[in-house]
Each structure stands twice: as C-alpha cells, then as structure tokens.
C-alpha cells in the first residue's frame, strides 16, 4: 500500500470510534463507505455524523459540513463496502470471537492490496487473523476515542504482517492528518493503554488506602500532570524539570520511583466493592443519567484544545 494510492476507505463498525474514524478519513478528503452489522447502527450513522460535523463546525474546526457528509456512504453488506477499498479500517466490538469473526470476513473480500487496520485497544492481532485469508494485509490500527479529535494512532504489526505495511501504513496516516507511532512488536495494551493503565492503578490503589478522594486525584490530573501533558510526553518532561536534563533526572529521583514502583510489586485487582465505592463518589458528582452530556462536554473541550494546537507550532 503506498499512501497516495488510496483512493477509497471502508468503515467496518459504526460505533463512536468507527465513525469517527469515517471523519478523519473524509476530511482527508477521500470517499468512505460504512457498513455496520447492525440495521439500527447503520440508521443512524448518517444523523450522528452530521451532528459531530455540525459540532466540529461550531467549534471553527470546519466549515464543510455537507462535503464531508457528501463523501460518506452508508452501504447494507460488508461486500459493498470492502469491495472497491485501499484500505480498510476495522472497529468492530473489542472481543476476540467478534474481531475473528469479522477478519474470517473481511479477507476473502480484499481487492489486491488493500491492507485492514484494526481498531483494538490492546488485543494483539495474531490473537484474531492467525487464520484469516491475506492475514499479511492486516495489522493493527489503534486510534485514541474520538479518533477525530485526538489524533494519535498506535501501528502494531502481526508476526507475519508484510513488512512493508507498516511504514505505508504511517505515511498514509500521517496524510490524513493524524499522528501515528509504532509498536516495533506485538504486547498487550500497546503502548498506549500500558501507559494509561499504570496511572490507573495507582489511582485505583491510592483511592482504596484511603489517601484521597476520587475528586482530588482527578484533579491532581486535570490541573497538574495532565496541564503538561497535552503538549509533551514524559520523557521530555522530565528532561525539562531537571538543570542538567534526564539523566539528572533519573541521577536525583531515579530512587524515590523505585522505592514507588516496589510497593506495588503485588497490585491488586479492580474488585467489585472498590469499583463500588469509586461509583458511589462519582455518582455524587455526576448522575449517571448526565453521563452522554458530559461525553459532549468533553467533545466540545477536546475540540477548543485541537483548534489551539492546531495554531501552535511543536518548536
């Protein structure tokens, strides 16, 4: 697959993810069809497109609603949708039964060339297209939810994925505007999720011995780590908060994390009272009847965050 031999996307899953996986692509400006499993799904692809874009729009993000919705295409059979793509991109249910049963699918129908990017979140793709045909036209295709919004995508190659792939496959998603990196081989979570998930366990751990409320570590996040954050990484955090830079770094606090990361040689699992008790404080702060407008909210903020970084340069 070379990047600019893409003429054509298929969407396979229209839930949040899958269309707004349909958004980047379209707004790269390439035609997508959709398919979706469900009849109820594919109904209402159209109108919650359009409302996104109308949101996009009203956040100066875009200003053509119509032509982006103009270049989407919701179709009634898999083979529809597959049959004429470059490049498929595979956001179906995050079960291992479900994303085999959907690649068992979808490789038969493949045009030659055409590669599939899947978008699970930590599934290894050797652990659902071992035997699925042209399994070396497929990889995983991760993208952070609402892919339209935030633009990081984590590349992760099968075992036998072609080796070629995976550079065409960052080229192409570069060109549709969003920020891929890769993961040189398979491990569960990718990079992405590992990262996220150590920060959640030690929020879960440090809420259960009682040493803050859900709302303060929240905070701790959101108006803390998370302000710096959203334009660098660790590793050049830590390069920056040290006179002589990350090896200073490591040489001052290197001890203190791992005197920390030993007391949690032995983490616990996330049991049922403690979710209860995490549920019941933010239940406190959020009816659970609030949650889709709170999901809008958040949208609506990501979409003022974008719009800024897209008007600042990373140097």
Known sequence: MAENSV????VVGAGLVGLGWAIVFSRAGLPV?????????????????????????????????????GRMRVVETLAEAVADADYVQESVFERVNTKTEIANAIGPLLKTGAVVGSSSSGIPASAFIEHATNRERFLIVHPVNPPHLIPLVELVPAPWTD???????????N???????????EVEGFILNR??????NEAWAL??????????????VSHGLGFRWCFMGPFETIDLNAPGGVADYARRLGPLYHSIAKARSNPKPWNEDLAGR????????????QLPERSAWRDRRLMALLRHKNTQSDT
Do not use: C, H
């Open 7 to 10: 003429r054509s996307v298929a």
């Open 33 to 69: 069809t959709i398919y979706d499993a469900s009849m109820e799904a594919r109904a209402a692809a159209l109108g919650r497109l359009s409302a996104s874009l109308g949101d996009m729009k009203a956040a100066g993000l875009l200003d053509n609603v119509a032509e982006l919705l």
């Open 163 to 173: 080796a070629a792939i995976v550079p065409a496959a960052r080229r192409f998603m």
């Open 175 to 185: 060109m549709v505007g969003q920020v891929p990196i890769v993961v040189n081989r």
């Open 195 to 200: 990262l996220q998930g150590a920060l959640l």
């Open 207 to 220: 809420f259960e011995e009682g040493y803050a409320s859900v709302e303060d570590i929240d905070l701790t």
């Open 278 to 289: 995490v549920e019941a404080e933010r239940r406190q702060k959020l009816a659970i009847d």
